[in-house]
C-alpha cells in the first residue's frame, strides 16, 4: 500500500511537471514560501530576542525573502549565533531556488521566442488577402498588391508556406524591400491541412490566392486545398478565392474541387493564347502587362450617372483621363466593346483604362475631332505567312492547333528542334502546313542552315525538360544568333519567345526579341488581379479569347493619316467608326528600348499627336 501511494505521488508529481514552465514556477515558488516560512518558524521559536528585535513573525518573514532573492543582503546582520546561521541557510537556500527560477524562466522566454519565430500563432486580422503556397511568384504578388494599396490607409497582406518563417521574412525583405503601408506577415504551415489554414483565419480575410508550390504535379497540390477551401464550414462572408493549375487536362477537376465561389484559371491556355497573338503582332506582350500590372494602367468598373441615356458609341470620348471599352449592365453580363448604339442605364457600370481611379474623371467639354485627317482603312486580303517555332515543349502541339485556327489558308509552320515530333507534324491541319527542320537551337550553324529569311515570324519555345533557369540560359543564346542573323539579313522577321523567371527576360533584352512571354509573371499578374476585383474575370475571359473582343496593334495609317498632326480623340473616334476602340497607341521607332518598347496607353486625348508609317493603334476590336 505504501510504495502504491507513494508511485501515485510520483505520478502526480511527474503529470504536474509534464505542463511545462508555469508549473516549474509554481513548485519553484511553492519551495520558496516553504523555506522562508519553516525558517521564519525556526527564529521565532528559538530566538526570541532577535525575533523581537526584526518586528515578530512579518519582520522576520521580510528578511527571510530578501536574503532568499539577494544573497548579500544578510552582510550586515547581527544576532545569536542561532540567528545567524537560519539566516544563512534561508540565504543558501534561496541561492539554489533563485537560480534555478531564473533558469527555467530563461528556458521558457527561449522556447517562447522560438515558437514565436516558428510562426505558428493565430493570427487576427481582419480584411487582409491570404497567399497560401511558396514559389518565386509569391514576390511578384506581394510587390503588385503593395502597389495595389498605396491609397489604403491599413492593409496587410500573409503568406502561409511549409518554410521557415524567419527565411520567409529575410526573402521577402530583400526582394520587396519597400512595403510601403501594407504589412506583410508570414506563418508557417502546411496548406494542406485543415489546422494550418486556420491560423492564417481565412474568415475574415478579403481575398485567397493559391499559388502553385514548385513540385512536380503542382496542380495536385492547387486542388487539395480548393477542395479543403471548398469544404470549410464558413462564417461570415465568403472572401474571394483564386487559383490557377499549370495543365488544361486538370481545369475540369480544379473547377469541381473550388465551386462556384472560387475563380480558377487556365495558366497553359492563356500562355499558349499570349503566344500565338503576339506572333501575330509584335507589342501585344507589353501592352497586356501593363493592363496587368497595378503600376500601369488597369481596368475599372465606373458607374456614371450622368452618362444614363446615352448610347456607349457617343461616350468613347467622354472622360478627361480614361478609356471606355465596355459597359457592365446592371445585375447583368459584362460587354466588352458592345455595338455602338448600346444604350447606358440606370445602375450601369463603365469599364474603364485608366492610370487610377482616382484619376477617371469626366471632361467638362468635348474634345476637338479632326476630320480631315481620318482616314479609311483598305481592304486587305489575309496574305499566307510563314513561322518558325524553334524548340520544343508541352505546349507547342496546342500553339500550332491555335495557330491553325487563326491563320490564313495556306500558311506554313516549320518546327526545328533536334527530334521530330511526328505527331503535331503528320496530323492534317486545315489551314496550316505543318514541315520539321532538324535543329539545334543554340547552335549557330544550325540555326543558319533554316535559311531564317523566308519567314515572317519565327516564335522561340522554352524547354520543359530542363532546369527553368537553364532553359532561359539556352533561350538567351538562341536569342541572341537569331538577332545577329536578322541585323545581317536586314530585319525579316518577329522574334517572340517564352521565358521562366521574369529577371532572365531583363537580361535578354539586350537581343531585341519583339516579345517575352513570361508566363508565370502574367499569371501572377491576372490572378492578382482577380484577388483584388474578381468581376474582371469576364473582361479578361473576352480579351484572351480568340472569339471575343481582343487587343490589336494595328497600323496608324488605318485610322490617321501619316503625318498630320491629330489628337487621340481623332484616334478614338476613326477607331469607333470601325466598331473599335482605340486604348493607345505604339511608337515604332521606340518598339526596341524598355521597358515600354514604345507602347503608351490612355494617353491625354486633347494633346497634338502624329503617327506615321511605322506606327502601331492599340485598339480592340473583334477582328
Not at 213 to 224: G, H, R, W
Not at 317 to 339: D, R, S
Request: proline letters at 6%.
Amino acid at each position: 500500500m505504501l510504495a502504491s501511494l507513494r508511485a501515485r505521488v510520483r505520478y502526480w508529481f511527474d503529470g504536474t511537471m509534464d505542463r511545462g514552465t508555469p508549473a516549474l514556477i509554481g513548485w519553484l515558488g511553492l519551495a520558496s514560501v516553504a523555506l522562508i516560512a519553516v525558517v521564519t518558524v525556526l527564529i521565532v521559536v528559538f530566538t526570541d530576542e532577535d525575533a523581537e528585535d526584526n518586528n515578530g513573525w512579518i519582520g522576520v518573514a521580510w528578511m527571510s525573502l530578501l536574503r532568499t532573492l539577494d544573497p548579500g543582503t544578510m552582510g550586515g546582520d547581527t544576532g545569536s549565533p542561532v540567528f545567524l546561521g537560519l539566516m544563512l541557510a534561508v540565504t543558501v537556500g534561496g541561492i539554489f531556488i533563485v537560480s534555478a527560477l531564473i533558469g527555467v524562466l530563461t528556458t521558457g522566454l527561449d522556447a517562447r521566442i522560438a515558437e514565436l519565430r516558428k510562426g505558428r500563432s493565430q493570427l487576427v486580422e481582419h480584411g487582409h488577402t491570404i497567399i497560401l503556397g511558396w514559389s518565386e511568384q509569391v514576390f511578384t504578388v506581394i510587390g503588385e498588391l503593395v502597389t495595389a494599396n498605396q491609397s489604403a490607409r491599413r492593409s496587410c497582406v500573409v503568406v502561409l508556406a511549409d518554410r521557415d518563417k524567419v527565411a520567409m521574412e529575410d526573402q521577402i525583405r530583400m526582394r520587396v524591400p519597400d512595403t510601403g503601408q501594407t504589412r506583410v506577415i508570414c506563418r508557417s504551415g502546411n496548406p494542406l491541412k485543415k489546422a494550418d489554414l486556420e491560423l492564417v483565419s481565412p474568415d475574415t480575410a478579403k481575398s485567397i490566392m493559391v499559388m502553385p508550390p514548385q513540385v512536380e504535379d503542382a496542380d495536385i497540390d492547387v486542388i487539395k486545398v480548393l477542395l479543403l477551401l471548398n469544404n470549410r464550414p464558413w462564417r461570415g462572408a465568403h472572401p474571394h478565392i483564386v487559383a490557377a493549375v499549370q495543365d488544361s487536362e486538370n481545369l475540369a477537376a480544379a473547377r469541381l474541387a473550388a465551386g462556384e465561389s472560387a475563380l480558377v484559371i487556365d495558366a497553359d491556355d492563356i500562355t499558349i493564347r499570349m503566344v500565338v497573338q503576339s506572333h501575330r503582332q509584335a507589342g501585344l506582350s507589353t501592352v497586356c502587362t501593363d493592363l496587368l500590372n497595378f503600376a500601369g494602367n488597369e481596368i475599372y468598373f465606373r458607374p456614371e450617372p450622368a452618362l444614363v441615356g446615352s448610347k456607349y458609341g457617343e461616350v468613347l470620348n467622354a472622360y478627361e483621363l480614361g478609356v471606355p471599352i465596355g459597359v457592365h449592365k446592371a445585375g447583368g453580363p459584362v460587354m466588352v466593346n458592345p455595338p455602338p448604339d448600346t444604350p447606358i442605364e440606370v445602375g450601369d457600370s463603365m469599364i474603364v483604362v485608366a492610370e487610377d481611379d482616382l484619376l477617371i474623371r469626366l471632361a467638362g467639354r468635348p474634345y476637338p475631332i479632326i476630320e480631315d485627317v481620318i482616314t479609311t482603312a483598305p481592304e486587305r486580303e489575309p496574305v499566307p505567312d510563314r513561322t518558325l517555332l524553334i524548340g520544343w515543349n508541352a505546349r507547342a502541339t496546342k500553339i500550332i492547333d491555335l495557330l491553325d485556327r487563326l491563320a490564313p489558308p495556306g500558311s506554313v509552320v516549320d518546327v526545328a528542334a533536334p527530334h521530330r515530333p511526328a505527331h503535331a507534324v503528320e496530323s492534317e491541319r486545315q489551314n496550316l502546313v505543318v514541315g520539321y527542320k532538324m535543329c539545334e537551337p543554340t547552335s549557330r550553324r544550325s540555326l543558319e542552315a533554316l535559311d531564317l529569311g523566308s519567314y515572317q515570324h519565327i516564335v522561340v519555345l522554352s524547354n520543359d525538360g530542363v532546369d527553368p533557369d537553364r532553359a532561359d540560359d539556352r533561350t538567351l543564346v538562341t536569342l541572341l544568333h537569331l538577332r545577329d542573323i536578322e541585323v545581317r539579313l536586314g530585319d525579316p522577321y518577329s522574334i517572340v519567345t517564352e521565358m521562366n523567371d521574369d529577371n532572365n527576360r531583363e537580361i535578354a533584352q539586350v537581343t531585341k526579341a519583339d516579345d517575352f512571354i513570361v508566363s508565370s509573371k502574367l499569371i501572377c499578374l491576372l490572378l492578382t488581379q482577380l484577388a483584388e476585383n474578381r468581376d474582371l474575370y469576364a473582361v479578361f475571359a473576352d480579351l484572351f479569347d480568340p472569339a471575343g473582343s481582343e487587343v490589336y496593334l494595328k497600323p496608324a495609317v488605318d485610322y490617321v493619316r501619316p503625318g498630320a498632326e491629330a489628337n487621340f480623340a481623332t484616334v478614338i473616334e476613326s477607331a469607333r467608326r470601325r466598331g473599335e476602340v482605340a486604348i493607345g497607341y505604339r511608337r515604332g521607332r521606340l518598339s526596341d528600348e524598355p521597358p515600354a518598347y514604345g507602347v503608351t496607353l490612355n494617353p491625354p486625348k486633347g494633346v497634338p499627336l502624329v503617327l506615321g508609317e511605322g506606327d502601331h493603334v492599340i485598339v480592340v476590336a473583334e477582328d
